[in-house]
């Protein structure tokens, strides 16, 4: 009897400090996500404005070795060399595939679609820097979240399965 109270404690344990984990990976992408775009923007400003590249060239360059938005990048391109899509429409639905955005991220990053391409060198790195504050910003409310609630929520959970293991003995 002891046994079986012992391993259904273990296996308590760990599914609610599993489940608190799980809880927590929502901020934890979008941290890594928006770390990601604010590599991404950086990147990007010198290839439009020094190197004068092409938009797809230099969208995936500025995201090459990216986990998150070389992939989507890459598909970004191959749908603007296949069809008579705009490149807005085509960023709308590369954004909306790319997971770890919340809304705010996304409004910012869609004004930013809007931009790319479609002005002047010069409207294009002041929209860049206008991006990357933002982005920036939104990071540090996302580290901040991810720090507050994040914390919240796995312990909540593992508090959880505390009370439910000292209910069971």
């Keep these: 009897m002891i046994a079986v109270k012992l391993a259904a404690s273990v296996l308590i344990l760990a599914s609610t400090f599993g489940l608190g984990k799980m809880a927590t990976g929502p901020y934890q992408l979008r941290v890594h996500t ?5 590599r991404f923007v950086s990147h990007l400003h010198p290839l439009i404005e020094w190197k004068r590249m092409p938009l797809p060239q230099a ?14 990048l890459e598909v ?14 085509a960023w709308q ?22 931009a790319l391409g479609m002005s002047d060198v010069q409207y294009q790195r002041a929209h860049l820097a206008a991006a990357r504050a933002e982005l920036e910003r939104l990071l540090r409310d996302a580290r901040v979240e991810r720090a507050q609630d994040g ?4 312990a909540l959970f593992s508090a959880f399965g505390v009370m439910i293991l000292i209910l069971m003995l």
């Design 59 to 72: 969208l995936l360059q500025a995201a090459s070795g990216q986990r998150l938005l070389s992939p989507v």
């Design 151 to 154: 914390r919240l929520l796995a």
């Design 93 to 114: 639905i590369m954004l909306n595939r790319l997971p770890g955005l919340w809304e705010e991220d996304q409004r910012v990053l869609v004004d930013l679609g809007r």
């Design 76 to 89: 970004l391109g191959q749908e603007l060399g296949r069809r008579e899509i705009a490149f807005e429409q």
């Design 34 to 38: 928006l770390e990601e775009w604010l």
